[in-house]
């Protein structure tokens, strides 16, 4: 079985800017997080969408950086907001 590449933001996790620093916060778990620059565009892509696939794409098009090190850091970040409760996996997108 292969991992899905569709995933949910749930309703309790936002993004909050507060001065210069930019937070996730997941209301449900008390959890936040200080993002840096490249991390706040990741999730700004991948609150647009549904897919790390999509996410992939549409990142390939604004961040100049080659595309194994995208794929990397990608799929890096994917993982910490993953294991922090921050978004789950869908088996197949919402219609």
Known sequence: MTPSP??????????QKVD?????????????????ES????????SKHSSIV???EELREIIDIPEKELQ?????????M???GM???DQKPLV
């Open 72 to 80: 990397t850091d990608l799929l890096a970040f994917a993982k910490a």
């Open 39 to 46: 991390a706040e565009i990741m999730w700004e892509v991948m």
């Open 20 to 36: 210069d620093e930019t937070l996730i916060f997941n209301s449900e778990t008390g959890l936040f997080f200080n993002l840096n």
């Open 87 to 89: 978004f789950t996996i």
């Open 6 to 15: 569709y995933y949910t933001i749930p309703s309790t996790v936002m993004l």
């Open 54 to 56: 999509e996410v992939y």
């Open 82 to 84: 993953f294991d922090q």
